[in-house]
């Protein structure tokens, strides 16, 4: 059996639950040496160390004049790419835009009564380093990540979005990437991936501009290089493996669920696809569609793996107990199969993406719904949120006194000062009010 129907309140249930609420992965010591050791190198030698990596991993015969998508390739990947294609590539680009275009901040300011003006200057960074995954040696292009990276990155002002993906064994990238890259108004697009990729963006080279934010999925390697360079440069998140949660009652497809599990479960190994259900029975014919829809995929044995490993599925007495248990795990996807969704969207307090109902597949959110499908995993939607507009703007305070103002608030300004010890501080108020004699 794939996975065994556990009741959350017995012991094996209980155990389950622990591992569930503990799941944050640290990268094995091997990833993190590794890293560590091609992060300075990258800082070092620069184009140099690129080369290298690149040859050893992706592309055997790589050649610096490689390194930079050109003008020519934009040309002939629209030429390689068909009517059908650009259809959806559209539909999904007005999709996004129209969502993330919501997400906008706007610069504001207050003036106190005393004419004291405070605020906050929103403004984006200048440049965002795009990661996109190459998706097996190429043959799999991820599209939907240059979408969900590249779209609020524009909508945000970013002057310069630099997108970075590994070339398969020829050194060329799918023409379906180059193409969404350019139909979003991104035309730096390099050729070089994993960790070395990171470096390249986070400390620059002859070619490829240094970044002020990293954005993007990617793997172990990507992830970690993401945690060591952050603090040179902002990151969006430490993303894991993927996960979703799909809480189910008695109305539920038992097709649906398992559906979407496998599609969770087909992305990694280490993939995590849970069930929180109310019905024992339904549990139960779960767990046979899931060895029927299994024998259909092109990724099953992937899906398989993930699935035995890691696979959950519980019984709870009511769907009281189900939302409390989906707020403790926070999953990255939150699927609501239940009878009248919507009543119970204001119980949810922490999860990256919610699904209402039999009809929204996590896939929908993925590709084409609007909201950005880079999420926050492994626990962490109890602290943070979806890569969005935000992710690439910074904010500035603003603070203009006045003669009258300052005079009025000096004598409170130094005494916290000189609580604190710092009389320089204190002195700078001072200076002024002796000023005003």
Known sequence: ????????????????????????????????????????????????????????FDAPNFQMSQLQVTQEEFVRAHSQVDAAFMETLSLAIERLQFFHEQEQEKSWTLTRDDGVITGRLVRPVTAAGLYVPGGQGGRTPLVSSVLMNGIPAGIAGVEKRIMVTPPNEKGEVHPALLVA????????????????????????????????????????????????????VGIDMIAGPSEVLIVADGSSHPSYIAADMLAQAE??????????????????????????????????????????????????????????????????????????PDTWLHAIQHAGAIFLGNYSPEAAGDY?????????????????????????????????????????????????????GLSAHAESVAVRMKEEG
């Open 368 to 420: 084409l719904a609007g909201p950005n499908h880079v999420l926050p995993t492994m626990g962490t939607a109890r602290f943070s949120s979806a890569l969005g507009v935000e992710t690439f703007l910074k904010k500035s305070s603003i603070i203009s006194y006045n003669r009258a103002a300052l005079r009025e608030d000096g004598p409170h300004i130094m005494a916290l000062a000189n609580l604190e």
């Open 267 to 340: 992305h990694d190994p280490q993939a995590l696809a849970m069930l929180v259900t109310t019905s024992p029975e339904i549990g139960k014919q779960v767990v046979q569609e899931l060895q029927r829809q299994l024998q259909e995929l092109s990724r099953r044995e992937i899906a398989a793996t993930a699935l035995k490993n890691r696979g959950v599925i519980l019984i709870v007495d009511d769907l009281d107990e189900a939302i409390t248990l989906a707020n403790k795990i926070a999953a990255e996807h939150l699927e609501l199969m239940i009878e009248k």
């Open 1 to 56: 059996m794939l996975i065994t129907p556990t009741k959350s309140a017995s012991g094996a249930g209980q155990k389950i639950i622990a591992q569930l609420l503990d799941r944050f992965q640290e990268t094995d010591t091997g990833c993190r040496k590794t890293v560590a050791e091609i992060l300075p190198a990258v800082s070092e030698k620069r184009h140099e160390a690129l080369l290298q990596y690149t040859r050893k």
């Open 181 to 232: 890259a350019r139909e979003i108004g991104i035309d730096q697009v390099f050729k070089v991936g994993s960790c070395w990729a990171i470096a390249a963006l986070a400390y620059g080279t002859r070619s490829i501009p240094r970044v002020d934010v990293i954005v993007g999925p990617g793997n172990q390697y990507v992830a970690e290089a993401k945690q060591q360079v952050s603090g040179i």
